[in-house]
């Protein structure tokens, strides 16, 4: 799932551009870009920015920031990095355009957790230096290929980074379900909803509904129940290759899919939700080289005092 290849085949030297994106919303956000900004145009760096974003961006008046209308792939072509300063909702919107274009994405966090992110916002100066000299790795992360069947056709297709979580609507009925996993059947119960998702979304939603923490170079899928009635209602960790599916039956009340909590869809009764590897990952640009051990630690500030470490 997770693969490593030194950054050095983006494009010649003087033709060298960065996308940059933000959430402009936060003044955290702006003040970060100008210093990215200024410290990249200081290295001859190009950059690329969104005409709606500029617009609260205090960008010097250099013929290298370029702006675009759209964020659409097309508007990273010729960028070797795209890096996002935000939340989590921020670094997900970065990770649609990564995934699309295949540009690696370098994610800031501005926000809490922030796991998708490589740096912190007191990290700006390190970001700038390490992109000037190339000095980063490019991971691959798993995604999740969704199929949202009804009456027997396809009526939806999507994917997910994290999760792709069928949810009910209405907050006084439960969503009646069957799990299956490779075309057999494994349970049946009523609940708020599931969770499948991939080892880097563990940490996300999935985390959220009691599903374990995968370390991001297992490769693994995983479905985690929410507010399930039932005894037999544990979270799943199968094999990278299986097919996840989860059936709305019939008679009961309408879901709805959400994929990485941005893209939504209707479920009707009798709908079926299936799930799988995805076939284009996405492109993670890495500075550290530090144990996801450690992140984690790091990120849920776990209580470690006491660790003596392997007898010597």
């Known amino acids: ?39 990249l145009l200081r290295c001859d760096l190009g950059v690329r920015v969104l005409e709606e974003e500029a617009a609260d961006l205090p960008l010097p008046a250099k013929p290298h920031v370029e702006l675009v209308q759209e964020a659409t792939p097309d508007a990273l072509v010729g960028c070797e990095l795209l890096i996002v300063l935000g ?8 990770a649609e355009l990564s995934r699309a274009s295949g540009v690696p994405m370098l994610g800031v966090n501005l926000g809490r957790v922030g796991f998708l992110a490589e740096a912190e916002r007191d990290d700006l100066d390190k970001v700038v230096d390490r992109v000037v000299r190339r000095s980063y790795d490019v991971e691959e992360r798993m995604t ?17 980074l994290n999760e792709a979580a069928v949810q009910k609507i209405s907050p006084e009925r439960m969503l009646e379900v ?11 119960f009523g609940c708020d909803g599931i969770v499948c998702a991939t080892p880097t979304g ?29 005894l037999f209602a544990k979270p799943l960790v199968t094999s990278p290759t299986s097919v996840l599916a989860v059936e ?27 799930v799988r590897r995805g076939a284009v990952p996405v492109r993670l640009a890495r500075l550290h080289h530090a144990s996801f051990t450690d992140r984690l630690v790091a990120k849920f500030a776990l209580p470690v005092a006491g660790w003596r470490g392997a007898p010597g």
Request: glycine share 12%.
């Open 144 to 160: 999740l290929d969704v199929l949202v069947h009804s009456d027997g056709e396809v009526v939806h297709t999507d994917w997910a």
């Open 178 to 188: 069957v799990l299956e996993i490779d075309g057999r059947p494994v349970t049946g």
């Open 248 to 274: 709305v039956q019939p008679g009961t009340p309408s879901g709805v899919l959400w994929c990485d909590g941005r893209r939504t869809v209707p479920l009707p009764s009798g709908a079926r939700v299936e």
């Open 1 to 39: 799932m997770k693969h490593s290849s030194p950054a050095t085949d983006g494009p010649a030297p003087g033709r060298r551009t960065v996308f940059l994106l933000a959430h402009t919303g936060r003044p955290a956000a702006i003040r970060s870009a100008e210093l990215v900004v200024q410290g």
């Open 87 to 94: 939340g989590d909702g921020t670094l997900l919107r970065g």
């Open 202 to 230: 563990s940490t996300a939603y999935a985390f959220s509904a009691g599903g374990p923490v995968v370390w991001p170079e297992v490769e693994a899928l995983l479905m985690v129940p929410i507010s399930a009635h039932a």
